[in-house]
T-cell receptor, first 115, second 113 residues
Framework: DAGVTQSPTHLIKTRGQQVTLRCSPI?????VSWYQQVLGQGPQFIFQ???????GRGNFPDRFSARQFPNYSSELNVNALLLGDSALYLC??????????????FGSGTRLTVV | SQKIEQNSEALNIQEGKTATLTCNYT??????LQWYRQDPGRGPVFLLL?????KEKRKERLKVTFDTTLKQSLFHITASQPADSATYLC????????????FGTGTRLQVTL
């Protein structure tokens, strides 16, 4: 079985531009979460989606948005990029929001560099 | 505000010894505490989860303890191997409608021959 797939793996953007990151969860998993990991820090929660609905949002500005599609894949959009948005963006997949005891499966992430 | 502290300094251990990593938290009452391993440039890999009403959980060479009074978790790797070298992240989760992991900054473990 394929794990969590994220694309692209690396991306370089200019300040002010917009970016879309994509995530395909493990087959059968209905929940997708997005995290931002700045170098030297732990991942920070951005969003969680379940059954196409937003279930949680972290402390990020409105420039960050996401959505989940009927096939449970997800996109994270970031508008008006700032240098501080440079980070590893991680997608985490889980069966559903209630089965926390199973842990989360993370993708390898998208490395975003804003110049 | 919620705060999770992990030893920011790297932990250097000789092969075969037991590595012990610490996770302390404040202003939080987690229902679950999880440990993840992360290699450079990769996403975290889930290792173990322990519930608030559990004291200890084991999986092969790994052992996690959870003391909600001290607000501390200890993560042990027995018989350490060079392949165990990685960054280990502690993450807390509550019981809200959104499952939102709050991570520590991680501790880098280096196992040498």
């Amino acid at each position: 079985d394929a794990g969590v797939t994220q694309s692209p793996t690396h991306l370089i953007k200019t300040r002010g531009q917009q970016v879309t990151l994509r995530c395909s969860p493990i087959s059968g998993h209905k929940s997708v979460s997005w995290y931002q990991q700045v170098l030297g820090q732990g991942p920070q929660f951005i969003f969680q989606y379940y059954e196409k609905e937003e279930r949680g949002r972290g402390n990020f500005p409105d420039r960050f948005s996401a959505r989940q599609f009927p096939n449970y894949s997800s996109e994270l959009n970031v508008n008006a990029l700032l240098l501080g948005d440079s980070a590893l963006y991680l997608c985490a997949s889980s069966l559903d929001v209630g089965r926390r005891q199973l842990g989360y499966t993370f993708g390898s992430g998208t490395r975003l560099t804003v110049v | 505000s919620q705060k999770i502290e992990q030893n920011s300094e790297a932990l250097n251990i000789q092969e075969g010894k037991t590595a012990t990593l610490t996770c302390n938290y404040t202003n939080y009452s987690p229902a679950y505490l999880q440990w993840y391993r992360q290699d450079p440039g990769r996403g975290p890999v889930f290792l173990l989860l322990i519930r608030e009403n559990e004291k200890e959980k084991r999986k092969e060479r790994l052992k996690v303890t959870f003391d909600t009074t001290l607000k501390q978790s200890l993560f042990h790797i027995t018989a350490s191997q060079p392949a165990d070298s990685a960054t280990y992240l502690c993450a807390l989760d509550g019981t809200g409608t959104a499952s939102k992991l709050t991570f520590g900054t991680g501790t880098r473990l280096q196992v040498t021959l």
